[in-house]
């Protein structure tokens, strides 16, 4: 992905996570890495549904502001600990969507296997620990995951995910956000779940490879 193709593509995403209510204020962060040692991302203290190009800044990996005259997000830490975990990761996208957030907040992972599409597109999703925002240990709790999985819950706060190219890493988000909320209404509301058996789950992970998804953990079999 070009710069030009990452600052529109960051612009866009902004815009679909305001509509969706996936942050508020100047919540949430987008970064994409378009280099070897260059990463466009969201500054901080701005509306991601009311950003400008002229707004966004360019990075290194180490943080260093190499374009633009805005404060990088102090959570662009995170994204850049996911880019050094795993080069495979082309983008990361960060939000408090509400459905996700309650889960992190009570501490219930995403794992019950209910939704074909989202063990092959997302997997199982854990919750990292806990973390002061902006502190150095909020890439440190993300790490562990960065490899295995394609996003997380982060405990109190909200959800991180990442992928080969933005859209997707946006994607997953709402990918996320769609199976909260059904584990939310099948579990808590109905209070019936019929889940996926072993083999069921097995067949759909075999799957992914013919998507191209190297990610996503195993979601807990039942039966």
Same mark, same amino acid.
């Given at each position: 992905?070009?710069?030009?193709?990452?600052?529109?593509?960051?612009?866009?995403?902004?815009?679909?996570?305001?509509?969706?209510?996936?942050?508020?204020?100047?919540?949430?962060?987008?970064?994409?890495?378009?280099?070897?040692?260059?990463?466009?991302?969201?500054?901080?203290?701005?509306?991601?549904?009311?950003?400008?190009?002229?707004?966004?800044?360019?990075?290194?990996?180490?943080?260093?502001?190499?374009?633009?005259?805005?404060?990088?997000?102090?959570?662009?830490?995170?994204?850049?600990?996911?880019?050094?975990?795993?080069?495979?990761?082309?983008?990361?996208?960060?939000?408090?969507?509400?459905?996700? @957030?309650?889960?992190?907040? +009570?501490? *219930?992972? /995403?794992?019950?296997?209910? &939704?074909?599409?989202?063990?092959? =597109? #997302?997997?199982?999703?854990?919750?990292?620990?806990?973390?002061?925002?902006?502190?150095?240990?909020?890439?440190?709790?993300?790490?562990?995951?960065?490899?295995?999985?394609?996003?997380?819950?982060?405990?109190?706060?909200?959800?991180?995910?990442?992928?080969?190219?933005?859209?997707?890493?946006?994607?997953?988000?709402? @990918?996320?956000?769609?199976? +909260?909320? *059904?584990? /939310?209404?099948?579990?808590? &509301?109905?209070?019936?779940?019929? =889940? #996926?058996?072993?083999?069921?789950?097995?067949?759909?992970?075999?799957?992914?490879?013919?998507?191209?998804?190297?990610?996503?953990?195993?979601?807990?079999?039942?039966?």
């Amino acid at each position: 992905m070009t710069q030009k193709e990452a600052k529109k593509a960051i612009i866009d995403i902004g815009r679909r996570m305001y509509a969706r209510n996936f942050v508020a204020a100047n919540d949430g962060n987008i970064s994409v890495r378009t280099g070897e040692n260059e990463v466009w991302a969201t500054p901080t203290g701005v509306s991601k549904g009311y950003m400008k190009k002229k707004m966004l800044v360019k990075v290194d990996l180490q943080g260093n502001v190499l374009e633009g005259d805005r404060k990088p997000s102090s959570e662009l830490k995170m994204h850049l600990r996911a880019y050094q975990e795993n080069p495979e990761i082309r983008s990361v996208c960060h939000a408090h969507p509400p459905i996700c @957030t309650c889960f992190a907040i +009570a501490g *219930i992972p /995403l794992e019950a296997p209910v &939704l074909a599409e989202a063990v092959v =597109t #997302l997997g199982d999703v854990p919750i990292a620990p806990y973390a002061e925002l902006g502190s150095k240990e909020v890439p440190e709790v993300i790490a562990p995951y960065c490899r295995t999985h394609n996003g997380v819950l982060l405990a109190n706060h909200g959800a991180v995910t990442w992928a080969e190219d933005p859209y997707s890493a946006y994607y997953r988000l709402e @990918t996320m956000e769609y199976y +909260a909320n *059904i584990l /939310l209404i099948t579990e808590k &509301l109905i209070g019936k779940q019929n =889940t #996926l058996t072993r083999e069921q789950i097995e067949r759909l992970l075999a799957m992914r490879e013919k998507f191209g998804i190297r990610r996503g953990g195993t979601p807990r079999a039942q039966r």
